[in-house]
Structure formats: structure tokens, C-alpha cells
Nanobody, 124 residues
Framework: QLQLVESGGGLVQPGGSLRLSCAAS????????IGWFRQAPGKEREAVSCISYSGASTNFADSVKGRFTISRDNAKSTVYLQMNSLKSEDSDVYYCAAAPTRRVCDFIVKWMFWGQGTQVTVSS
């Protein structure tokens, strides 16, 4: 059973940067698309970004385009979300998820495995 663990969250000032990591254990990420999602209490979960199994295809929510990048290191079974120019509205719990697919990356695939989340707070 694939297990995902997010890390890298924290408190950052507006305009700052954070890099989130999603590390897998119990299996390999090589055949999985990886997505990043965020959710605040009482709000719907929002798709942020995803990357295909090979890294050739990526996708971003309009709200983060030009500020966030996503990458993966399959040898380390880790996916990264680089978040720059952070805004207060980016404050959320961020989750990574894995889908066993070789399709191009989109958010409608079946995300079968989820991490526990990491808190990102953007505040002065």
C-alpha cells in the first residue's frame, strides 16, 4: 500500500516562498500521477497542481499559475511543490495524492492514495 507523507509547510510572510515535499513509501511513484490539493476548514478541497508519472505533463490551478511549480524525482520517490510569491489566500492545509495512471496530468483522475497534509500559513 502506497503511503504519502507531506512536509515543508510552515509560516511564511506574504511574498515569501516554501517548498513542499511529498515522499512515498511502501511502493514506487514511478507509475503514478501526483496531485497537490489544498483545503481550509469548512471549505471545499481545491486542486492546486499535478504532474504525470513521467513529469512530462503538468497542470496548475489558475490561482497559482506563474507562482507555483511542480517537479518530481522518481529515484527518490518524491514530488515537490515550489510555491513562490505566496499570498494570504494560499494559507491552507496542503495534501498530496497519487493516482496509478500514465495519462497526461489532469485533476479528474481517481486519486487513490492521500497524505495527511501539511499546514501552510501566509501571514505577516
Amino acid at each position: 500500500q502506497l503511503q504519502l507523507v507531506e512536509s515543508g509547510g510552515g509560516l511564511v510572510q506574504p511574498g515569501g516562498s516554501l517548498r513542499l515535499s511529498c515522499a512515498a513509501s511502501g511502493g514506487t511513484l514511478e507509475d503514478h500521477a501526483i496531485g497537490w490539493f489544498r483545503q481550509a476548514p469548512g471549505k471545499e478541497r481545491e486542486a492546486v497542481s499535478c504532474i504525470s508519472y513521467s513529469g512530462a505533463s503538468t497542470n496548475f490551478a489558475d490561482s497559482v499559475k506563474g507562482r507555483f511549480t511542480i517537479s518530481r524525482d522518481n529515484a527518490k520517490s518524491t514530488v515537490y511543490l515550489q510555491m513562490n510569491s505566496l499570498k494570504s489566500e494560499d494559507s491552507d492545509v496542503y495534501y498530496c495524492a497519487a493516482a496509478p495512471t500514465r495519462r497526461v496530468c489532469d485533476f479528474i483522475v481517481k486519486w487513490m492514495f492521500w497524505g495527511q497534509g501539511t499546514q501552510v500559513t501566509v501571514s505577516s
